[in-house]
């Protein structure tokens, strides 16, 4: 079966930069989820998606935003980079006649 | 407020069963799921129930809910090297469906 898609899988930044994560969600599945997740730490949510609005705001600094497109694949962008943004960004999926949420393999960020 | 607590460790011999609990302390929760997550790698789905529901069976894995008591638990059966990992406790409320985790139960399962 399908799965969530999530691009790239590793990247390397550098202070202040600027970062692109893309989410692609199982097919049919019309909202998206971000969530953070610091080394040894639970899944923190980020941001959410529902048919392409944003549907709920979690803890999301100001220097990140997302969105989702029509095709309902949903980027997350990320400025200013900072040593603490430094972990593991999961994207979910769901169908809003379901409960499950499917994650993905998640983008593993390292800012130095 | 919204509050997922677990116990941090758990170790138990191959063939056993391991039970894993959680509480929780939202009451309007509508779901409450159990993930997987090993070394690295993403959260995988094992199983998750509505909150009018008090049981759920899947294979080796039972869920209990005591609504009353906000108590979720994860029963698995046969326990196996393999399920060696860390385990979350996560609920969704009727306002959103944002998952709100617990700190994870590391599963250590011994030969």
């Known amino acids: 079966a399908a799965g969530v898609i999530q691009s790239p899988r590793h990247l390397i930044k550098e202070k202040r930069e600027t970062a692109t994560l893309k989410c692609y969600p199982i097919p049919r599945h019309d909202t998206v989820y971000w969530y953070q997740q610091g080394p040894g730490q639970d899944p923190q949510f980020l941001i959410s998606?529902?048919?392409?609005?944003?549907?709920d705001k979690g803890s999301i600094p100001d220097r990140f935003s997302a969105q989702q497109f029509s095709d309902y694949h949903s980027e997350l962008n990320m400025s200013s980079l900072e040593l603490g943004d430094s972990a593991l960004y999961f994207c979910?999926?769901?169908?809003?006649?379901?409960?499950?949420?499917?994650f993905g393999p998640g983008t593993r960020l390292l800012v130095l | 407020g919204e509050d997922v607590e677990q116990s941090l460790f758990l170790s138990v011999r191959e063939g056993d069963s391991s039970v894993i609990n959680c509480t929780y302390t939202?009451?309007?929760?509508?779901?409450l799921y159990w993930y997987k997550q090993e070394p690295g790698a993403g959260l995988q789905l094992l199983t998750y129930?509505?909150?009018?529901?008090d049981m759920k069976q899947d294979q080796r894995l039972t869920v209990l809910l005591n609504k009353k008591d906000k108590h979720l638990s994860l029963r698995i059966a046969d326990t196996q090297t393999g399920d060696s990992a860390i385990y979350f406790c996560a609920e969704s409320i009727d306002s959103s469906y944002k998952l709100i985790f617990g700190s994870g139960t590391r599963l250590l399962v011994r030969p």
């Open positions: 129930i509505f909150s009018n529901m």
């Open positions: 998606f529902y048919e392409k609005m944003q549907s």
């Open positions: 979910a999926s769901s169908a809003a006649t379901s409960g499950a949420q499917y």
């Open positions: 939202d009451s309007s929760s509508t779901y």
